[in-house]
């Protein structure tokens, strides 16, 4: 069965520095989406795309995010000046065209902010 | 938007016993409705999930039934099992089009006592 896959699986970077998630979304998924979770709390929405453009955000997703979807395969989240608080488990998800609400989730990449 | 309040926090349940987790929604708007499972250290898992236009979905040992007067949606796991121990999240979406991100209770912790 076709499973979202995100690299790295743990990434630790110092406060003030740029990171970038990656996700490869289920081949023929054409929404995506990530989430963060905080240790211990409960999974947040950050924003959505589809069609090579952002189609929803949350107040999360303020102007140091930024998504792209560089080439055909991967899907991709940048923080440009990580702040401790960043610090938590990021979640990319993909759904398909017609059943577009079931949401399929990748492993995780655990971003530790120093 | 969209707010989800789930209870309990956590659930403690002998094996072999019903477990009934609750959700309430607040945007009369939803129309989607997923329950993910996570263990530990690991990526939710979508067990059941029932649009507006149903008010009870089962399978095998799983679930889930939805007022939509009331705004609220259960969980329910029959015959419960060792490995039923985990994380139980809730999520709510307006699925009118686009893609848009699910909001999700706090989650419950089940435990299945041996």
Same mark, same amino acid.
């Given at each position: 069965?076709? +499973?979202?896959?995100?690299?790295?699986?743990?990434?630790?970077?110092?406060?003030?520095? +740029?990171?970038?998630?990656?996700?490869?979304?289920?081949?023929?998924?054409?929404?995506?989406?990530?989430?963060?979770?905080?240790?211990?709390?409960?999974? +947040?929405?950050?924003?959505?795309?589809?069609?090579?453009?952002?189609?929803?955000?949350?107040?999360?997703?303020?102007?140091?995010?930024?998504? +792209?979807?560089?080439?055909?395969?991967?899907?991709?989240?940048?923080?440009?000046?990580?702040?401790?608080?960043?610090?938590?488990?990021?979640?990319?998800?993909?759904?398909?065209?017609?059943?577009?609400?079931?949401?399929?989730?990748?492993?995780?990449?655990?971003?530790?902010?120093? | 938007?969209?707010?989800?309040?789930?209870? /309990?926090?956590? !659930?403690?349940?002998?094996?072999?016993?019903?477990?009934?987790?609750?959700?309430?929604?607040?945007? *009369?708007?939803?129309?989607?409705?997923?329950?993910?499972?996570?263990?530990?250290?690991?990526?939710?898992? !979508?067990?059941?999930?029932?649009?507006?236009?149903?008010?009870?979905?089962?399978?095998?040992?799983?679930?889930?039934?939805?007022?939509?007067?009331?705004?609220?949606?259960?969980?329910?796991?029959?015959?419960?099992?060792?490995?039923? *121990?985990?994380?139980?999240?809730?999520?709510?979406?307006?699925?009118?089009?686009?893609?848009?991100?699910?909001?999700?209770?706090?989650?419950?912790?089940?435990?299945?006592? /041996?």
């Amino acid at each position: 069965e076709p +499973e979202v896959t995100q690299t790295p699986s743990h990434q630790v970077t110092q406060m003030g520095q +740029e990171v970038i998630l990656r996700c490869v979304p289920i081949s023929n998924h054409l929404y995506f989406y990530w989430y963060r979770q905080i240790l211990g709390q409960k999974v +947040e929405f950050l924003v959505s795309f589809y069609n090579n453009e952002i189609s929803e955000k949350s107040e999360i997703f303020d102007d140091q995010f930024s998504v +792209e979807r560089p080439d055909g395969s991967n899907f991709t989240l940048k923080i440009r000046s990580t702040k401790l608080e960043d610090s938590a488990m990021y979640f990319c998800a993909s759904s398909e065209t017609s059943f577009r609400e079931t949401q399929y989730f990748g492993p995780g990449t655990r971003l530790l902010v120093l | 938007g969209e707010n989800v309040e789930q209870h /309990p926090s956590t !659930l403690s349940v002998q094996e072999g016993d019903s477990a009934v987790i609750k959700c309430t929604y607040s945007d *009369s708007a939803s129309n989607y409705f997923p329950w993910y499972k996570q263990e530990l250290g690991k990526r939710p898992q !979508l067990i059941i999930d029932i649009r507006s236009n149903v008010g009870e979905k089962k399978d095998q040992r799983i679930a889930v039934t939805l007022n939509k007067t009331a705004k609220h949606f259960s969980l329910h796991i029959t015959e419960t099992q060792p490995e039923d *121990s985990a994380v139980y999240f809730c999520a709510a979406r307006y699925s009118g089009g686009g893609a848009d991100g699910l909001t999700f209770g706090k989650g419950t912790h089940l435990i299945i006592q /041996p």
